[in-house]
């Protein structure tokens, strides 16, 4: 099975920004896409991006145009670059592998806090 791990989490000023990486501890082509999510303190879990194999990708509206998912293959790693944070962006990020199996992977989180 292969494991996500997240880093890169951390405390930021509103306006600024924060790269998230996911490491894979093997092929991300065992998964035909990977994502990130959040969760807020009391609120669900949400979808933030996603990126396919093919390069594809989806962003929630909320991070549109300050969030960009992107992939390295050959590092088996994927990324969140965050721009222009607020703090409403505040929750914990995780990384997830998609199998067309469902037997998805997750990473264990990052914490972002964005103070104002």
């Known amino acids: 099975q292969v494991q996500l791990v997240e880093s890169g989490g951390g405390l930021v000023q509103a306006g600024g920004s924060l790269r998230l990486s996911c490491a894979a501890s093997g092929s991300i082509f065992s998964f035909y896409a990977q994502g990130w999510f959040r969760q807020a303190p009391g609120k669900q879990r949400e979808l933030v991006a996603i990126i396919t194999n093919g390069g594809v990708t989806n962003y929630a509206e909320v991070v549109k145009g300050r969030f960009t998912i992107s992939r390295d293959n050959a590092k088996n790693t994927v990324y969140l670059q965050m721009n222009s944070l607020n703090s409403e962006d505040t929750a914990v990020y995780y990384c997830?592998?998609?199998?067309?199996?469902?037997?998805?992977?997750w990473g264990q989180g990052t914490q972002v806090t964005v103070s104002s």
């Open positions: 997830r592998g998609l199998r067309s199996s469902g037997a998805d992977s």
